[in-house]
């Protein structure tokens, strides 16, 4: 009878060892399937389908992170775009300007104000000059917020009879807003903007 008892209770113990090993197994392979199928969400989420033309093109998502750069240089990009090139027309000048400051803090006004003091754009419509900007590089530092930056573009005044080029350096740093909107696409803020350097580097005659 003792015997019979062992057998059971060794059964037993047998078969309590490959319930645990079995539930471990199930949790195992519950725990698996779950990150398995997470991923494949994720990744699944991250998809973008465009229709065009009738084709289907798939695209995929980005974190904000791995843009970062390309947004910051866009956003520098349109600031001085709509800050330097100018039409010798008085509402196109304050319309542009008006889109830059939306761009930039109260250091964008403070060098809108000097020009208008100076009689920069008075010059310029008077004269009858066109002005555009050309982006040559920017330095980007983004390892600290907010983001530090140096700009190096050319500057172009076209006159009837000839056209100055200038060189054009700024710095400023930028400040993430956490929010886009329709008059700040990319959600960041120019601030401690300054022209270090607005000089003239060739004078050539128009043909």
């Not at 250091?107 to 900007?133: C, F, M, P, R, T």
């Amino acid at each position: 009878m003792f015997k019979q008892l062992k057998n059971i209770d060794t059964a037993f113990q047998h078969i309590k060892r490959f319930s645990l090993v079995l539930i471990a197994a199930n949790v195992l392979i519950c725990g698996l399937w779950s990150f398995v199928t997470y991923k494949a969400v994720t990744e699944a989420q991250q998809r973008v389908h465009i229709l065009y033309n009738g084709k289907v093109f798939e695209a995929f998502a980005s974190t904000r992170k791995a843009n970062l750069p390309v947004e910051l240089r866009d956003h520098i990009k349109d600031f001085h775009h709509y800050f330097f090139d100018q039409s010798p027309d008085d509402k196109e000048i304050k319309k542009k300007i008006s889109k830059a400051l939306y761009l930039a803090d109260n250091s964008a006004k403070k060098q809108y104000d000097n020009l208008v003091e100076s009689g920069y754009y008075n010059n310029l419509i008077s004269a009858n000059i066109s002005q555009e900007v050309e982006i040559d590089s920017i330095k980007l530092d983004i390892n600290t917020a907010p983001y530090r930056f140096t700009c190096y573009a050319t500057e172009k005044l076209v006159r009837a009879s000839n056209t100055v080029i200038r060189k054009l350096v700024t710095q400023g740093v930028i400040r993430d807003l956490g929010d886009k909107t329709d008059d700040n696409p990319h959600g960041f803020l120019i601030q401690q903007w300054q022209i270090l350097e607005n000089s003239d580097a060739t004078n050539a005659q128009q043909p």
